[in-house]
């Protein structure tokens, strides 16, 4: 781990004293937090602050000093500051103890090449003891300068390349002041946590006491950062849910279930920390990376057509058993509604309240993997959401910059910003929002003048355009059918408008104007059945995904497409039913079907039927089909293989370079004369987001880490590149026939293939393992990835390979992954052999596991939308039968279970 402290450049004696003056922030935990707080003595609450940060000094020690400034408020209770950072900018980590910044920092550390600075440990390297021993040996005010200089020199000497890590001794004195400056140029991220996790890593306090100081000490740490991220434990990662009253001012937030995994405990913080890093420092590369390379997760959502945006008001998400994930699939986007307000009537945002909505947002990330969109409501009743029957109220800008401000903290993919509020409100919103995506929303209650031809509208889109919006989002009430047209009418006029406009989300409001939101192309807010009380259809206003596409295809804007499985013995094969339950799910007139033929000239029956929307391919086309190709992605073109063929109607299309990225998925569901065929490879992102899942944190991808693949055919080409694709400079193949071993090496070697997404990885290297009783070879370290792609059945009387892994091929010190793609039969002698291991470190994935991996890349390439992926999976585990024509139920149960809050 690069535990690594570099003492300053500068010595500390060049180094300027800090001004102890008055200051223009408060300069103590205690004082400043006395503002805000409750009866309790200031004497109380500053016992409490130390001792959560460990500070065990006698209370003479604690007395305030009598220079402090008085007490000031921070500003709003927040930190605005652009949020634009350079993308080698360190990053500083704060938060009280337990909340698990110092894990976050060594996981950020380990993966990103960034240097690891510990602020205490740091203290000590320079000052020659500990903070708590020189508080000891010196006058408060000697302390406090000493501790300034140190920090402020350590922030100055490392303002690039690093993750620097800060306990509650760095939030004394200057340190607030200093953070709030650094936080200008760099980001400065709050670590929190829930009480009871916090509480059970301190091991002292109740969880009641543990609130409470969150509620003291949550101001201080927002004062002085400019970013948040809620640490979620793995307890309470899978939905959320409280039997308390949604209206108490604590919106607290219980688990839906639990389901620890051993050795993948931090996984999917690691995942969600890792996310939010890119996201905040614009790291591309890393981001695909982290999106599981699912082709539509490389387009912007708004370039595509006819996408939604299931919007889910937070109130609801505070109920018992709400289950995310589940609300999420089919629709392109998350919306988060900000429904309440907060009850403690502070021109702050309460600490509660702002930690609560900091944990659902991490609850909805943990469980979603599309973009989320923050939306405060503007308009409100008293009571919570917006309801028809009740007047409407506006909230003050002072309540709704706080809650929009808290919003710009958590740096969701988009926020949106009221309209209606004036310019300096809005262009505070839009200068601090760093990479967060702007939806410009305007919601008139009572259509404006003239309506959707007049020229109101038009002006709102103009003023969005010149605030600096990215998106406009306009609606109002339809009174008639009509108006329905009439938001056509307006989309066509924004259309023709001679400079390239903002993307435009337009539709009516009310039971009738449900229409237009089904035909209104980018964003159409919808909702999830779940989340909708039963109501007579007329009086409906919302619609659903699946409804939203329903309503394409009845009113024949879109065509009801055919798929197939194309192969020379495809009988057994899943896919039609798990594409065929996913199309039904999402509303898709579709249909997946198996198209099995001898030779290769079957492909024609399908090239020449209108409405062939795509094809999985299987043995012995993968490789085969390749010349008829008219286009291939760079991937399969790397891999040499491909798995899934979509139809090019349009004959620009061919010349177009960059057909793989977008146009293909623009015109989907279209029938139509077949012109050429397009080649893609689905089987490498299947067996890439497997290693993923099962790669612990402490087997993050380094220079020096090595791969295993096991055969030589189809699927070893796909593992190999997927080994290359996670940043694996190591790759090694074991195959029965060392000549096919060879061919294979020679395959990948002559290629310049580097990883684009990992991070600084030199080239990597294919080599051969001539026998199983060979020892690991000398000077690289044990595998901790391992795949195998060979059958595990017996083939054309051969006996079946029986493959076990050499023990000596095992002795990772920290274990490792081992996909296994085959799933007939489930239980191969290498998948026993992985888990009886599992108590070392080691994880095992089968072929049932890859299986609808792949299917979800291929789904999204078939119809241009996002793959339920829940659903996909569970159908596979459903319908899969063993070879005596068994099906574990239990087993099933329990794998979909480990599947929850682990979208790929
Ligand atoms: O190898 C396979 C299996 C498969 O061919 C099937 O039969 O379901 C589907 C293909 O997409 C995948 O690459």
């Not at 290297?765 to 391992?786: E, M």
């Not at 054309?796 to 799933?823: I, K, R």
Request: with cysteine; charged share 20%.
């Amino acid at each position: 781990m690069p535990m690594l402290v570099r003492p300053p450049k500068r010595k500390l004696h060049e180094v300027e004293p800090l001004d102890d003056g008055p200051r223009k922030y408060s300069s103590d935990v205690v004082t400043s937090t006395a503002v805000h707080l409750s009866s309790r003595s200031p004497s109380r609450r500053s016992s409490e602050h130390r001792e959560a940060s460990g500070d065990s000094r006698p209370s003479s020690r604690r007395e305030l000093p009598s220079n402090r400034g008085s007490p000031v408020l921070f500003e709003h209770g927040h930190l605005q500051t652009p949020r634009t950072f350079s993308r080698k900018a360190s990053i500083v980590l704060i938060g009280i103890r337990g909340t698990g910044k110092s894990s976050l920092a060594v996981i950020l550390a380990a993966t990103s090449g960034r240097r690891l600075i510990d602020a205490d440990r740091y203290f000590q390297q320079i000052v020659g003891c500990s903070r708590a021993v020189f508080r000891k040996e010196n006058d408060g005010s000697v302390y406090r300068q000493q501790e300034a200089r140190v920090f402020e020199s350590m922030l100055a000497d490392n303002q690039e390349g690093c993750v620097i890590a800060c306990g509650a001794g760095s939030m004394e004195s200057n340190g607030q002041r200093l953070l709030r400056e650094f936080a200008q140029t760099h980001p400065v991220i709050h670590i929190i946590r829930d009480p009871e996790s916090i509480q059970s890593y301190l091991k002292a306090w109740d969880t009641e006491k543990v609130r409470h100081f969150l509620e003291l000490s949550g101001p201080i740490y927002r004062g002085c950062s400019n970013l948040e991220f809620f640490n979620l434990s793995e307890a309470r990662s899978d939905g959320l849910g409280d039997d308390s009253d949604n209206s108490s001012p604590t919106h607290r937030i219980e688990p839906r279930s639990h389901t620890p995994i051993p050795f993948l405990t931090l996984k999917r913080v690691q995942r969600d920390f890792l996310r939010f890093i890119a996201f905040i420092t614009g790291d591309i590369a890393e981001l695909n990376s982290q999106h599981a390379s699912f082709p539509l997760s490389l387009l912007p959502v708004e370039s595509r057509m006819y996408t939604s945006a299931v919007s889910v008001p937070f109130s609801r998400l505070c109920e018992k058993g709400m289950d995310i994930e589940q609300l999420e699939f089919t629709a392109d986007a998350f919306e988060l509604a900000i429904d309440v307000t907060d009850p403690s009537g502070q021109p702050s945002l309460s600490s509660s309240l702002a930690d609560s909505i900091s944990q659902v947002v991490a609850v909805i990330r943990r469980n979603i993997i599309v973009p989320l969109i923050y939306h405060v409501e503007s308009y409100t009743t008293p009571k919570g959401s917006l309801s028809p029957s009740q007047v409407p109220v506006r909230c003050t800008d002072e309540t709704y910059l706080n809650l929009v401000r808290h919003g710009l903290r958590l740096s969701t993919g988009f926020l949106t910003v009221d309209l209606t509020r004036d310019d300096n409100t809005i262009s505070q919103i839009i200068s601090a929002s760093g990479r967060t995506r702007i939806i410009g929303h305007f919601e008139a209650f009572r259509p404006l003048p003239g309506g959707w031809d007049g020229d109101e509208y038009m002006k709102v889109y103009e003023r969005a355009r010149s605030l600096g919006c990215d998106i406009v989002r306009l609606c109002q009430p339809a009174e008639i059918p009509e108006d329905n047209l009439a938001v056509q009418r307006f989309r066509h006029r924004i259309q023709s408008l001679p400079t390239a406009g903002l993307s435009l989300i337009a539709y009516n409001t009310g039971p009738l104007g449900r229409m237009s939101r089904c035909f209104n192309p980018i964003l159409s807010p919808v909702t999830h059945p779940s989340l909708v009380t039963e109501l007579p259809t007329h009086l409906r206003s919302w619609i659903t995904a699946r409804e939203a596409q329903k309503a394409l295809y009845s009113s024949f804007a879109l065509d009801p497409m055919q798929f197939f499985v194309f192969g020379a013995n495809t009988t057994y094969s899943m896919s039609p039913a798990m594409h065929n339950t996913a199309f039904k799910i999402c509303g898709l007139p579709h249909n997946y079907s198996i198209h099995q033929s001898p030779t290769l000239r079957g492909l024609n029956d399908l090239v020449e039927n209108q409405y062939f929307g795509g094809s999985s391919v299987s043995l012995p086309y993968k490789t085969e089909c390749i010349p008829l190709l008219h286009s291939m992605s760079t991937h399969a073109r790397a891999i040499g293989a491909i798995n899934t063929l979509i139809p090019i109607r349009n004959l620009e299309d061919l010349d177009d370079t960059r057909l793989q990225e977008s146009s293909i998925f623009l015109q989907k569901s279209r029938a139509g004369p077949i012109k050429g065929l397009h080649g893609d490879n689905t089987d490498w992102i299947g067996i890439c987001n497997c290693i993923r899942r099962g790669l612990s944190p402490a087997n993050a991808v380094r220079s020096s880490s090595a791969g295993l693949v096991i055969g030589s055919g189809g699927m070893a080409r796909a593992a190999i590149y997927s080994m290359i694709h996670l940043g694996v400079q190591n790759i090694f193949i074991y195959n029965r026939t060392f000549t096919n071993a060879e061919r294979l090496a020679h395959h990948y070697n002559r290629q310049d293939l580097h990883s684009k997404e990992a991070r600084g990885s030199g080239r990597p290297t294919v080599r051969i393992i001539a026998s199983l009783s060979d020892p690991w070879p000398a000077g690289f370290k044990q595998p901790t990835i391992v795949v195998s792609g060979i059958p595990a059945h017996s083939i054309g009387g051969e006996p079946a390979p029986n493959f076990h892994m050499p023990t000596q091929w095992l002795e990772s010190p920290t274990g490792g992954v081992v996909v296994d793609l085959a799933y007939k039969p489930l239980n191969t002698p290498l998948m026993k052999q992985t888990r009886a291991l599992s108590y070392r470190g080691w994880v095992a994935l089968d072929g049932l596991d890859v299986l609808p991996e792949q299917g979800f890349a291929q789904f999204e390439l078939f119809t241009g939308r996002r793959a339920p992926r829940r659903v996909m999976r569970s159908i596979v585990l459903q319908e899969y039968k063993d070879d005596e024509g068994n099906n574990d139920h239990q087993a099933i149960q329990d794998r979909l279970q480990q599947m929850d809050g682990q979208p790929s």
